[in-house]
């Protein structure tokens, strides 16, 4: 197998112009008839992390990203943003459905993080306790459901110092390792030897290694949209975005063009 894996190359367009990129990630191609496709991506820890915060992503803020093209989410959420107060119960808050508290870890990088800045309750709320110290409540004089008592004395929350071993790591995978992203968006660890790296090649279609070119991209917040977008709509998102999203004077997609480097002996992953 060794004698047959090459590593080859496609130059890439970015324009000097262009924000230093928030993420990178490293795209294999298939070029072995007809249009190319991204058969997967190599992606860091950044890269994953954001892709796994869309899950956490409420709809209200996502229809709001991508400008309303989120189906008729975006009526719902007109519907809330306009609806008389007079009709709304008391104690009820539209921001609570328009801008949710999402506690899931989101992405580690904030230039990626679609999220806004979190704000938990006790940054404008009141938090009540009672001696016996195991319950809070934001309803003064609540009864602590294990002692009986009135909750009444003000709780404060004192939030873990940055860099300690209760402040977590950010994000949610581990920066150990390095990840497969499909072109279907499905995530896992790269392959560590070079039997499970073949199986990757067949269980992703693969017939020719030798012709799979690689492509370094930037995965930044304009990217980050566009897989947004092409998430809920597609299952070749990494194609879509990174390969056809070019569009010709004519309306016509186009394709960056594939220049063949000098394919030079050597291994498409790195196996310990």
Do not use: W
């Amino acid at each position: 197998m060794a004698s047959h894996q090459l590593t080859p190359r496609i130059t890439g367009s970015a324009s000097s112009s262009s924000p230093p990129p928030a993420a990178s990630m490293k795209l294999f191609i298939d070029v072995d008839g007809g249009a190319p496709r991204v058969v997967f991506a190599e992606a860091g820890k950044d890269a994953v992390d954001f892709l796994f915060s869309i899950l956490a992503l409420p709809l209200a803020r996502a229809d709001a990203l991508l400008g309303g093209a989120v189906g008729s989410v975006g009526n719902l959420r007109a519907s809330v943003e306009t609806l008389d107060p007079a009709f709304i119960q008391p104690g009820a808050a539209r921001e609570s459905l328009l801008h949710p508290t999402v506690l899931s870890p989101p992405a580690a990088r904030a230039e990626l993080s679609f999220h806004p800045p979190l704000h938990l309750p006790h940054t404008h709320l009141r938090d009540y306790a009672v001696d016996c110290g195991r319950t809070f409540t934001d309803g003064r004089g609540a009864a602590c459901p294990s002692c009986g008592d009135e909750m009444t004395a003000v709780a404060r929350y004192v939030p873990p110092c940055p860099g300690s071993s209760t402040a977590g790591a950010s994000g949610f995978v581990a920066a150990t390792s390095r990840y497969v992203v499909t072109d279907d968006l499905s995530v896992f660890p790269a392959p560590t030897s070079a039997a499970s790296g073949v199986a990757v090649f067949r269980d992703l279609g693969v017939r020719n290694v030798g012709a799979l070119r690689q492509m370094d991209v930037q995965l930044g917040r304009k990217e980050g949209k566009e897989i947004l977008k092409a998430s809920l709509q597609s299952k070749t998102v990494l194609t879509d975005v990174y390969l056809r999203r070019r569009t010709a004077p004519g309306g016509e997609r186009t394709h960056p063009t594939l220049e063949y480097a000098n394919a030079t002996p050597g291994r498409l992953y790195s196996y310990s």
